[in-house]
């Protein structure tokens, strides 16, 4: 089994700044692209950041500039910086991966979920 956990989140005023970390454990074998989705109340769940194992980026539009997305592969674990918040962003924040692991003696390849993080930006 893996598990992905996700902590950082919090209340904090807007132009403040929150770090998201997201934390993988398990019977890993490889982890491929990690990313970042938030759910805003009332809304579809959108996609926010991805990083590859590599270590190459991709934002989406709101956020660029403010968000640096960054992955520790020794630790299994991925970060989000967010500077200059805005009450548009407050959601709740999750991690998802892209990862294979070793389950009943086999490796599996499976879309992995965080249990989420609320992120709450006052205005």
């Known amino acids: 089994q893996v598990q992905l956990v996700e902590s950082g989140g919090g209340l904090v005023q807007a132009g403040g700044s929150l770090r998201l970390s997201c934390a993988a454990s398990?019977?890993?074998?490889?982890?491929?692209?990690m990313g970042w989705y938030r759910q805003a109340p009332g809304k579809q769940r959108e996609w926010v950041a991805r990083?590859?194992?590599?270590?190459?980026?991709n934002y989406t539009d709101s956020v660029k500039g403010r968000f640096t997305i960054s992955r520790d592969n020794a630790k299994n674990t991925m970060y989000l910086q967010m500077n200059s918040l805005k009450p548009e962003d407050t959601a709740v924040y999750y991690c998802n991966a892209d990862l294979s692991y070793y389950r009943n003696g086999w490796i599996v390849s499976d879309d992995n979920w965080g249990q989420g993080t609320q992120v709450t930006v006052s205005s």
């Open positions: 398990g019977s890993i074998v490889s982890i491929r692209t």
């Open positions: 990083i590859a194992s590599g270590g190459s980026t």
